[in-house]
């Protein structure tokens, strides 16, 4: 997996701002997506290319009036030429509009398109991937980069859009003088190095700007995180000033951005005048010769014209820049092979009885680091496991097999349920049978009721309250102000620890599976929660297997066996009674939970 | 600094005067150049020097106004940057002394994206209401006066359209930030499902649950779709219609212009002028939409923005505090009673008493109270009723600062800087030397790992460093407080959630930590309170029972309750029999 840690050098953060204009990479990759749109986009072109035509002829016809009509004293035709002038504008208002929504209607259906495949990739990538990865770089992926890339279609419209008009805007002036566009047309190079010149150089200022008020909203977000701790540690006078330097450094840089972006306008005002002047000193020359009056003022309007079509196409240089520097970012993400989740032959699994076996299973997450041994180990229907060791002895690892949250390679053994290998099992289906409760209660925004029917959305509000019942969960729940339909705040922040984990217990057992694991599901929960959850032990695992990984002793001591683990290895097997007999690992961790109160007696 | 934001306001006005004067002096130039050429139809070819003059006089005139407004521009714009760097430092300020109720209140995302946005909007604005707004109604009225002293009748058709296009564009705009605002929203919905499916990820396969997310995902991005096309249906009809109403307008000025021309009752040179001025027009009228919904935006992103500055920290350091320098650590709880709103009392008539060097535990359920008396001793909060006292003196009354550093206070969440473990360890005493460092960490045992590390107290921690454990966190936790050599330790709940042999490492640790030190243990946990020398149990706010752990045991009252609970399981109890 080729994925760029992100580097805190300056121009390492210039690369992530700004890649090639032109990425033949990631264009290749766009194409696609855009294909759908094929024929928005060129409805789009056709309408854009109504628009310019009518939109540069407008001085033209005005000409047209003056020169022949109004010079001439011909009123009647004077009008008609003002309606051909209004029937011009209807056709450009209509076709600017059209051009506006096609394209619009395109680069919108390419984002939807780009968001839900990136999501559905997502989806399919393994555990692995998001145990390294972090949330928020994900998320601007998701939604600044694809944002960024979707306006590549805009911007090919637009783009396209302006140059058009400039040509148009040149091909006007030919018509009507060829000797005066010449003349004027000089202004055009100079104007378009102008803006290149500036355009790189206000770029610099830009990602200068950008970097410096990022590193001051970092320590800002930072110093609103860790409030209560400076305040702890008493050091706000210091903060404050290390910040003054940031905020301080970020106005500097925001005042030169603003100088070189408003540095352009004198040169840009400069350049216009001379064009004027250019077509009135000379066009007063030709005037009655080769040209008419019409002619200069059509001229004044259209050489004031230059200026937008330019700057677009040398800001859209820029634009594409950053837009392939977001393509290159979301294709390094789609380009991360799934996993590929079912084998062809993968069956369903229905009829659960719940006999679990682990045959010879060896696991490594890195190589040369392994992290399960050679464990054998069988768990008979309606049985209870529990699983004890350090941490980082390879109980976690163990249940994630099982449930196939990672896949398990050949030649590592296997593990079967009821006799059938689960790597020849749809893992869907698999799972459909299984239910686990993590050590992290994880809720997500959504009433009590949605979460605990999370995709079971079709179940009855009675089937959830039954289930709530089951786990002790419903006496506090009822006792909300909102009963189920209290809304989870963020992060579940309105309920403790132990409620959510009640949640989680609730939602685990709606669907009613045969297999239940739990993993560490009581270690960070309060005692009055636990005492609730112990409670409700039996009837969670009545009729059920049961795996369940816990540190406490009276979770422990009732399980039919007891799997105790160590740096991989399976090194005891049996019941409470029988493991204590054999004054091995699992006396120890006995002894030692007790110690710390002994001690102190 | 007001008053250098007074001149500089000053300097951009007058910048802006004079760009709108030779803006809009240009067209008349051009209008006599047109008239003078014309007349070259009646008199011949008219002399080179008469042109130049005129040519000349707009190049000037084209270079003086840009000249002005690029200093207009840039005055204005750098006094909104001004203005945004102190809210910024402002803010900053205010997040970091304002007491802890504020931080219980906000919610850290919502504090950033205020810190954020809001205080971009509010720069932004500060240009256009100062800046834009006043010169754009000032070129639409001398435009409109220009034109009308030209030809009136000419001058009132002209602008006639002008006031309908700019009220339906602020109409449009209006309704336009309810389809912007319904678009945000949906917006933050469709991220709070993708940013709960990357972190609940483990949850989403446990669950096989991609189907039903990806569901969930594609309708919200569906209705963005669709939302986002109304918003772009609405912004091009009007965008477009208002173009085509000029360019009629344009054409209406050709057709009755012509005429005049051809009646001798307008030169050719005001025709142009009247051609030239309508461009210049178009400009303040399609920004009126613009500036209004500017403003609409300003004004709340203002009112949010202040709600922060403003609010009070509900501490109050009166004058005459005492500073004092190593406090002996007696502490007294004389009658205290403590309250976030009047109707519900967290802690009611609290009495107790703590001597120089005793270790006193505190052991409660979540929502006992318990935090809050740590809270309570630095005076992150204050008393609601009754004192505390510190070697006799009314907390009150003393130096928050010097207060604040002689108490260690080790919370359960460690919140760690995105720095070196050095300068972590170092956060409350900026000035530790490196041997500091290392003793510190060593007695909090984190020191042998710490030397592990490749770049050792140098690496880099946090976001974007090295990934440390909850136990790892926790000790560099207590390795930061114990620098400080305070003479009282608060440990509240520190080990709540790390697991047990990682508290008993931690425990070790402790033990050489709280030698000398006036100690209060916060926790839920038998195994952390059983040494102290005195436990109480709390609960609703009071004490319930108090004792030596032996002396509670003997009691069989509610910490005989927990203890059975956490470490002794009860045959003859139901809960735990897991055989069928």
Redesign the interface.
């Known amino acids: 997996m080729k994925y760029r840690p992100q580097g805190t050098s300056t121009d390492n953060q210039i690369e992530e701002i700004f890649g090639k204009a032109y990425d033949h990479k990631v264009i290749s990759r766009l194409i696609p997506f855009l294909k759908p749109q094929k024929k928005l986009l060129l409805m789009a072109f056709s309408a854009m290319l109504i628009f310019v035509i009518t939109q540069s002829s407008f001085p033209y016809i005005i000409k047209i009036g003056i020169d022949n009509h109004i010079l001439n004293q011909d009123i009647e035709g004077l009008t008609w030429v003002f309606i051909a002038f209004i029937s011009i504008a209807f056709i450009n208002w209509v076709s600017g509009y059209l051009q506006e929504i096609f394209a619009s209607r395109m680069s919108q259906g390419v984002l939807q398109n780009l968001r839900s495949k990136l999501f559905a990739h997502l989806q399919k990538l393994p555990m692995s991937f998001y145990d390294k990865t972090e949330v928020g770089r994900l998320m601007s992926r998701m939604h600044g980069d694809v944002g960024q890339l979707q306006e590549v279609g805009a911007l090919i419209v637009a783009t396209l859009g302006e140059l058009l008009s400039l040509i148009g805007i040149i091909v006007f002036l030919m018509i009507m003088s060829f000797k005066l566009a010449i003349i004027t047309l000089i202004v055009v190079p100079v104007l378009f190095i102008l803006l290149i010149v500036w355009q790189k150089l206000a770029k610099r200022l830009y990602i200068e700007n950008r970097i410096s008020h990022s590193v001051t909203i970092n320590n800002l977000a930072e110093t609103i995180n860790g409030s209560k701790i400076i305040q702890i540690l008493t050091r706000q006078k210091t903060n404050m000033n290390s910040f003054d330097t940031k905020n301080s450094h970020l106005l500097k840089t925001s005042k030169s951005a603003t100088y070189v972006s408003s540095g352009v306008l004198p040169g840009v005002d400069f350049l216009t005048s001379i064009a004027i002047s250019l077509v009135i000193f000379f066009g007063s020359k030709m005037i009655g010769q080769s040209l008419d009056i019409g002619v200069l003022i059509a001229f004044v309007m259209y050489v004031q014209r230059f200026f937008d079509p330019l700057r677009q196409i040398t800001m859209s240089y820029t634009q594409f820049q950053r837009a392939m520097a977001s393509g290159n970012r979301i294709f390094e993400i789609m380009d991360i092979e799934p996993d590929i989740i079912d084998a062809k032959h993968c069956k369903k699994l229905t009829n659960v009885k719940g006999n679990i076996e682990f045959n010879n299973l060896s696991f490594s997450y890195a190589a040369n680091k392994p992290v399960l041994n050679n464990i054998n180990l069988k768990i008979k229907s309606g049985e209870t496991l529990a699983i004890v060791g350090h941490t980082g002895s390879g109980k976690t690892t163990l249940i994630s097999l099982l449930s196939r949250l990672y896949n398990l390679p050949l030649n590592n053994g296997s593990i079967n349920i009821d006799g059938i290998n689960i790597q020849d099992i749809t893992r869907d289906s698999l799972l459909d049978h299984m239910a686990i409760v993590l050590q992290e209660p994880f809720l997500f925004s959504g009433t009590i009721m949605d979460n605990i029917k999370y995709r079971l959305t079709e179940a009855s509000e009675e089937d959830v309250i039954k289930a709530s019942k089951t786990v002790n969960a419903h006496q506090f729940i009822k006792d909300l102000e909102l009963g189920y339909k209290t809304p989870i705040l963020e992060r579940g922040s309105n309920l403790s620890t132990g409620q959510r984990q009640l949640i989680s217990f609730a939602r685990a057992i709606l669907s009613n599976p045969k297999i239940l694991i739990l993993d560490e599901a009581t270690a960070n929960i309060d005692s009055t929660t636990e005492d609730l959850i112990q409670k409700a032990l039996k009837n969670l695992v009545y009729e059920r297997t049961a795996i369940i990984i816990a540190h406490r002793l009276s979770t422990i001591r009732e399980a039919d066996n007891i799997a105790v683990m160590d740096q991989g290895n399976l090194i005891e097997v049996g019941n409470h009674k029988k493991l204590i007999q054999s004054n091995g690992l699992y006396k120890k961790l006995y002894d030692f939970n007790y110690d710390s109160i002994e001690i102190a007696r | 600094m007001a008053t250098r934001h007074k001149w500089n306001l000053i300097l951009a006005y007058a910048c802006m005067l004079g760009a709108t004067t030779s803006f809009l002096i240009?067209p008349k130039f051009?209008g006599k150049?047109?008239d003078?050429?014309?007349a070259?139809?009646n008199d011949g070819?008219?002399p080179t020097s008469l042109?130049?003059e005129?040519?000349i006089a707009?190049?000037l005139?084209?270079?003086i106004?840009?000249?002005l407004?690029?200093w207009q521009?840039?005055l204005g714009?750098?006094l909104s940057?001004?203005i945004?760097?102190s809210l910024?430092?402002k803010?900053?300020?205010k997040?970091?002394?304002?007491s802890?109720d504020f931080?219980d209140k906000w919610?850290?995302?919502e504090?950033?994206s205020r810190?954020?946005s809001d205080i971009e909007n509010v720069r932004m604005s500060i240009n256009m209401g100062l800046m834009r707004a006043p010169y754009f109604i000032a070129m639409f009225v001398i435009v409109s006066i220009l034109l009308i002293n030209l030809h009136w009748m000419l001058g009132i058709i002209s602008i006639a359209f002008m006031p309908i296009i700019s009220f339906n564009s602020i109409n449009v705009r209006l309704k336009m930030r309810q389809l912007l605002r319904k678009i945000q929203i949906t917006?933050a919905e469709?991220?709070?499902i993708?940013?709960?499916?990357?972190?609940?990820?483990?949850?989403?396969?446990?669950?096989?649950?991609?189907?039903?997310?990806?569901s969930k995902?594609?309708s919200k991005?569906?209705e963005?779709?669709y939302q986002?096309?109304d918003a772009?249906?609405l912004?091009?009809?009007n965008?477009?219609?208002m173009?085509?109403a000029f360019?009629?307008s344009?054409?209406?000025v050709?057709?009755i212009g012509?005429?005049l021309?051809?009646n001798n009752e307008l030169t050719?040179g005001e025709?142009?002028q009247f051609?030239?001025y309508m461009?210049i027009l178009s400009m303040p009228v399609t920004m009126a939409a613009w500036l209004v919904n500017a403003y609409a935006r300003a004004v709340s992103s203002g009112e949010r923005l202040f709600e922060i500055l403003d609010a009070k920290s509900k501490l109050k350091e009166s004058t005459n505090t005492l500073k004092i320098e190593k406090s002996n650590g007696h502490i007294i709880f004389d009658n205290v009673s403590f309250s976030y709103d009047k109707n519900i009392s967290i802690i009611k008539n609290l009495n107790f008493e703590i001597k120089p060097g005793e270790k006193i535990a505190i052991i409660g359920?979540?929502?006992s109270g318990k935090t809050t008396i740590a809270n309570l001793i630095?005076r992150?909060y204050d008393v609601t009723d009754g004192k505390i006292l510190l070697d006799n003196i009314d907390i009150r009354e003393i130096n928050l600062?010097s207060l604040?550093?002689n108490?260690g206070?080790i919370?359960q969440d460690i919140?760690l800087?995105?720095t070196t473990i050095r300068e972590n360890i170092a956060?409350?005493k900026?000035n530790a030397t490196i041997e500091e460092v290392i003793n510190a960490a060593k007695t909090a045992q984190i020191h042998n790992y710490i030397e592990t590390l490749d770049k050792g107290y140098d690496t880099i921690i946090g976001?974007?460093g090295t990934d440390l454990s909850g136990g790892q966190k926790q000790r560099i936790g207590i390795a930061?407080a114990v620098i400080?050599n305070p003479s009282i330790l608060i440990m509240d709940d520190t080990t709540?959630?790390v697991?047990?042999?990682?508290e008993?490492l931690i425990?070790d640790s402790l033990k050489t930590i709280m030698e000398n030190r006036t100690t209060l243990i916060i926790s839920?946990r038998?195994?952390t309170v059983?040494?102290a020398n005195k436990i109480f149990v709390i609960e609703k706010g009071e004490i319930i029972e108090e004792g030596r752990?032996?002396e509670l045991l003997e009691k069989n009252g509610k910490y005989k309750n927990?203890?059975n609970?956490?470490?002794k399981?009860t045959e003859n109890k139901?809960?735990?029999?897991?055989?069928?």
């Open positions: 240009t051009i150049a047109v003078k050429i014309a070259s139809y070819i008219i042109i130049i005129t040519v707009i190049v005139l084209m270079s106004r840009g000249f407004s690029f521009t840039s714009e750098n940057h001004k945004a760097y910024r430092n803010f900053f300020n997040v970091q002394t304002i802890f931080h919610h850290t995302g504090l950033i810190a954020i917006t469709l991220s709070t993708s940013q709960e499916n990357f972190s609940g990820a483990r949850v989403v396969r446990s669950f096989a649950s991609s189907k039903y997310e990806q995902f594609d991005n569906q963005i779709f986002t096309i772009e249906k912004r091009a009809k965008a477009t219609f173009r085509f360019t009629v344009i054409g209406i050709l057709l012509g005429r021309v051809i050719w025709l142009t051609i030239i461009q359920t979540p929502g630095p992150f600062n604040r550093k108490i206070l919370q919140f800087f995105a956060y409350g900026e976001e974007r930061r400080l709540s959630s697991d047990t042999e990682t008993s425990n839920n038998i195994s059983q040494k752990h032996q927990i203890y609970l956490q470490l399981p139901a809960t735990t029999t897991i055989n069928k």
